[in-house]
Nanobody, 122 residues
Framework: EVQLQAYGGGLVQAGGSPRLRCAAS????????LGWFRQAPGKEREAVAS????????YYKDSVKGRFTISSANAKNTVYLHMNSLQPEDTAVYSC???????????????WGQGTQVTVSS
């Protein structure tokens, strides 16, 4: 059974720099990819960042380039999203997802985990 769990959400002030963590289990990593998605109230879910585990290639939504960094731990079942200079527009439920093969930048995700709420106050 594939399981994905996001951690690290909470209330932060504008300009804050929290870090989210995703713990994945139930599969091995070869050509697999992990990604972060977010959904704000009244808006469609959107991709934020993705990483191809085997190569370390990363992809980002334009609005977070230079502010967010996705990375995997030495234990490949863990991925982080470091977020800098948060803005109120970043407020959303952030979820991690897994893909058996990544079609850059954000294609191929089929397994989803429960999200963690990130709220940015202004």
């Amino acid at each position: 059974e594939v399981q994905l769990q996001a951690y690290g959400g909470g209330l932060v002030q504008a300009g804050g720099s929290p870090r989210l963590r995703c713990a994945a289990s139930g599969f091995t990593f070869g050509n697999e990819a992990l990604g972060w998605f977010r959904q704000a109230p009244g808006k469609e879910r959107e991709a934020v960042a993705s990483i191809k585990i085997s190569e370390g290639s990363t992809y980002y939504k334009d609005s977070v380039k230079g502010r967010f960094t996705i990375s995997s731990a030495n234990a490949k079942n863990t991925v982080y999203l470091h977020m800098n200079s948060l803005q109120p527009e970043d407020t959303a439920v952030y979820s991690c997802a897994a893909a058996t093969y990544l079609y850059p930048p954000f294609g191929g995700f089929g397994s989803w985990g429960q999200g963690t709420q990130v709220t940015v106050s202004s």
